[in-house]
């Protein structure tokens, strides 16, 4: 991933669908408007990354740590498939 990823700089989006990113560390990633649909993200950690707008529509999130994940709503998580180890950020754990 870029330094322009991975610090937020940049006008791109990412397309990441169907992608096999198990462990993968995005923390602080820049995902803003990133397709992850149907992904495999289980154990992937998200701590920080922006999700503004990112589709995680079938994203498998088993497991995965989206400690302070900034712009990352109900609605997505919603959509994606989460388990009891999935660690939410606080304004949207239970």
Do not use: W, Y
């Amino acid at each position: 991933m870029t330094q322009a990823a991975r610090h937020g700089k940049g006008q791109f989006k990412i397309d990441l669908a169907g992608a096999f990113i198990r462990r993968t560390d995005l923390s602080n990633a820049n995902l803003e408007g990133a397709d992850l649909s149907r992904a495999d993200c289980a154990n992937a950690i998200f701590r920080g990354a922006n999700m503004k707008d990112a589709v995680l529509d079938g994203t498998v999130l088993k497991g995965a740590d989206l400690t302070g994940a900034r712009n990352l709503t109900k609605a997505q998580i919603a959509r994606a498939i989460v388990d009891e180890r999935t660690i939410l950020p606080s304004d949207l754990a239970d």
